[in-house]
């Protein structure tokens, strides 16, 4: 059981991290053109 | 990148930005209470919890100040006076004073990081192995605990004095540049830490208590009230440091992305800090649970001391941790000391002026705190709650301005993100701070049955609502005598054209 609730709230928050630095970095690179 | 507009400050780069607000949020917080939270939690439920805040508490905060940042180019004072008239002046001003105040005793332990990593160098971990875990409290009790803590005190000027000259370079020279190194740092040693601590025989019994869930600890009001402290304190939000760097962002900037970045980065920095804590401490203590009921202060500076002091590579693991722990706590202090200079710089202060303004006051207040930890303990109390009054005055601001409209005109059109109701849920912030601070209120009054609305002397009445409520009014006073004058000369936001 705890191994399931580690790897939900890692994949949770590292994959909200992961993911809001992907969306800055394709914002980024599509605002240089 | 950003170009620098004549005339005002302002971020060079989006990334500046980020690392910025990452470096505000990312402090004492994460690396040392968050573990003390989950120890004291019971792990698994109150991490869930944590999440379940970030979403309709922290997030919609930081899009609250922010937008006021970036919309009115003033900070606390100028944006409530520009956005809500006049009268509104000294509630903008008391926000910012509660983050001036809870930077004042926040810069003490910034010292104590500084004083344990000097002792670090000059081999104390080889004396503790030689003179007993019992000369790490000997020493924290010597150092920092018994008034007056007169070289706790000369750490602390050192610490307000390296805050202040980051500050004084401005946001592109300093704090942009400062960030940039110091908070990819925090999240690598943090790393390198965690592959470390799990190498350690019997580590993963800390994981396993930080992730087991036992579902009756969801029933348990408490567990509710310190996940929401925690995602509060720990991500920033309502401290009004997010409005202040948003003063400096480009016009495009994306306030809810941004915030969505920051708050989460903030919580992997807690669980990674949470993740070599604990682990150390079950593979290392021998009761784990004692240590970890054992305090605040003492799980950082005492036992993790004790617990390098006596593991293979604990010098480079001590080192790693405290410069960690350093970069994590000065980058907070960077931005309630900007927070102050940028409301002074507001009413037409040079940024020197406001430096030297600001460094005195902390020196002043801070001073107390640094001498007397019965004092720091009261301060914390009333400016740590202050932060939940902090939030309801934004959110009041942010529902009485129109939140539709500030999600028309300032978020949307900006945003890569377009998650509505992350925003809309902060008219729901009464009602939260209502159950939150009221039950905060009804325990506390039973911790001093029959004197619960005494004050005085701070150090015997470090708890109680009567001494928060005294301290809140007589700033709450003072900022009300002088929102004639502040109002007047809250007239120099940072253009941008």
Redesign the interface.
Known sequence: ???L??AV??A???G??AW??K??M???KKKRG | MAEIKQGGDQFAS??GL?ATVLGMAVGTGNIWRFPREVASNN??AF??IC?LALFIWAVPLICAESVFGKKTRMANAGAFKVLLGDNWTWVGAWCAMVCVMLGCYYVVVLGWVMKYLSLIFTGFLTQVQAGGTELTSEVWKNFATTPPAVEAWMWFVAAVLIAAAIISRGVQGGIEKANKIMIPSVFILLAILLVRVLMLPGAWKG??Y????ELVDFARPNVWLAAFTQAAWSSGAGWGMFHVYFVYAAKDE?IM??A??AT??D??AA?LAGMVVLPAVFALAPDPMAVMKSGANGLTFVNLTNLFAHTTGGFLMAVLFFIALFSAALSSVIAMVELGCRNLMDMGFSRPKATVFVTAFFLIVGSWSALDNGIFENQDMVWGVALLMVGLFYSIAAVKFGVEKLWKEDIEPCS??HVKWMWTIIKFFPIEFALVWGWWVYQSMTWYPGEWFKFWPLQKYAYTPGSMVVEWTILAVILFILNGAMAKNLVHANKLD
Request: with cysteine.
């Open positions: 059981m705890w191994q609730n580690m709230c890692i949770v928050g590292f909200a991290f809001a630095l969306r800055t394709d914002a980024e | 989006r990334w980020i792990g698994g991490i869930l999440f994981l396993e930080m992730y087991h869930v994306d992305l941004n969505f970045t989460f980065g919580m992997v669980m890569d993100m």
